[in-house]
């Protein structure tokens, strides 16, 4: 079992920052796929991004490339996404998603989930 806790949602004023953060605990030897995924009420449940621990590509939905960026901190097992000029159209509940195996781009069948962050940007 793996258990994702994210951290560093909040409120900002759109051009803003925020650094969300994954903590990963449990089982987490030999996770190979992790991503971030985003919810806006009303909406379905997209990819944001997502990095293979293996090889370390990564991956991007168009509306956030050139703003967000995803990395992992291998030793404390925390998968971090940095947001920069936050737009309104940001605004969502952010799930981190991990496995043990190779989950392609840009699907969601992740075995673990974490509660979610929110995210709300206003203009």
């Known amino acids: 079992q793996v258990q994702l806790v994210e951290s560093g949602g909040g409120s900002v004023q759109a051009g803003g920052s925020l650094r969300l953060s994954c903590a990963a605990s449990?089982?987490?030897?030999?996770?190979?796929?992790m991503a971030w995924f985003r919810q806006a009420p009303g909406k379905e449940r997209e990819a944001v991004a997502c990095i293979y621990v293996q090889s370390g590509k990564t991956y991007y939905a168009d509306s956030v490339k050139g703003r967000f960026t995803i990395s992992r901190d291998n030793a404390e097992n925390i998968v971090y996404l940095q947001m920069n000029s936050l737009q309104p159209a940001d605004t969502a509940m952010y799930y981190c998603?991990?496995?043990?195996?190779?989950?392609?781009?840009?699907?969601?069948?992740?075995?673990?989930w974490g509660q979610g962050t929110q995210v709300t940007v206003s203009s």
């Open positions: 998603a991990a496995d043990h195996y190779y989950i392609p781009w840009p699907t969601s069948g992740y075995k673990y």
């Open positions: 449990g089982s987490t030897y030999g996770d190979t796929s």
